[in-house]
């Protein structure tokens, strides 16, 4: 179930990354030219509403027919995907636009599966010298009965779908009880499924609302990067010894908006979950209370892009809710850490962990060896004299998506191995899913590495964070003393 959940994050994680961008240019419009806006023009704010509405949800179902790319047997299937997916969603934008987000979601993936899967291997078997001719009818006909089931079928279901969220949504913003939506929306970022949530469900709930009074609530709910602020503030509080790193990520998750930073530490300490829905309850309620709105999408979750694209007159109010949901975190978080700590000194994990450690010690060494700046992969053994001559030329550090947590990881790393005059490695961020064979060593945080292993086939080496420079010194001092090697450090 776990590796499911990743996958599927990992999926629409990718997905949004590409069209975070569009997201970007619509808010930006959205809040300088729309009818509530700093500079108030119609046919520019038109421009805004005409590439929600029709060009992102087809931009959405081509990238989601296509994301298969890793799994098809050649590329022309892999287009086809696509360009299925997209015929499929012009039915449902004439039929209700307000669903082609949600629509584009769910169509795209099922289209490139329905290529690779039923329609591909049939165009194959066509006579030979025939294909293009075969594929391009197989593609226009399946298109067009997908049009066809989401103008009639698939329109009105959605439509009804939507209509209720919205209703209940609307319902929990009269009654105030809009701070019950922490109670899924925390868990499920976690689970990465923010982009999923927000962008296929919150986003366009807001937007219909926004086209009508100009601004919504519902797009600071989830890109609200409070709770997750509380819960690192908690984390540099509690754990001095590593202060700096937590600093870093501090930093990143306000500034930058990655909130795929915290994710791994919530998992690795489930607990801290409650941290987050308290945090996120408050904000939500403050947020409600104050009726704080923005004017436009949100994306990524950074406090200056929140800032941009709150209404005028209620930026007050969205610092306040983020203020209070991360002030709420932080002290949940670290009463639950205390306790933690306390019921730990009670224990004997301590004991268990030093016995884990000696018996790996005893196992045989295999692994990464150095000699002249070469990394090689044997065993002691094998390199006792004889080193393997195949040198390691690429590092990768991974995270569900291959941006974010990683992409700085990698940048970090590639900084400490230029302090040590090394310049022979390529280091790069990678997605779990995406590893060129050519990449010998993997770097992920320790509770990515039961994933990694089941996608990796190079070595793997786990960190707690990746922002800490310290651990992968750890990691290079490592490797030197397995080689024996010229001295590094």
Partial sequence: ????????????????????????????????????????NRNIYAISQFVYQAVIPILIAYTAGNQRRNLGRNANQLYAGGVIAVMATAGILLADAASGILFAMLCGPLSGMLWEKVLEPIVERGKSGLEMLIRNIAVALTGSVMAIFSFYIAAPILSAVVSVLSAGINFLIEQRLIFLLSVIIEPAKVLFLNNSINHGILLPLGMQQAEQTGESLLFLLETNPGPGLGILLALYSCKKEKRK?????????????????????????????????GGGAAGNFCFSAFQAAATGAISPGSILIILLLSTKNRVGSVLL???????????????????QIRWKKRTEGQKELLKERNDRTGEEKCGLYIKDREIVKGTEQETDGKMEEKMVQKIGVICNAGVGSSAIGAALFRRKLKEMGIAEIEVSAYASDQIPEDVKIVICQRDFKELAMQRVKAEIYTVENLLDQAEYLMILKEIQERGGGEEWI
Wanted: no cysteine.
């Fill in 321 to 339: 809710g983020i203020l209070v949901s991360a002030a709420v975190s932080a002290v949940l978080a670290v009463l639950i850490l205390r306790v």
């Fill in 1 to 40: 179930m776990r590796k499911f959940i990743y996958r599927f994050g990992q999926f629409y994680s990718k997905i949004m990354i590409d069209s975070i961008g569009i997201f970007i240019f619509v808010g930006i419009l959205s809040v300088v030219f729309g009818d509530y806006g700093w500079m108030p």
């Fill in 245 to 277: 790193e937590y600093f870093s990520s501090i930093f990143v998750e306000l500034v930058g908006g990655v909130h795929e930073i915290y994710f791994p530490i919530v998992l690795s300490n489930v607990w801290l979950i409650f941290a987050l829905i």
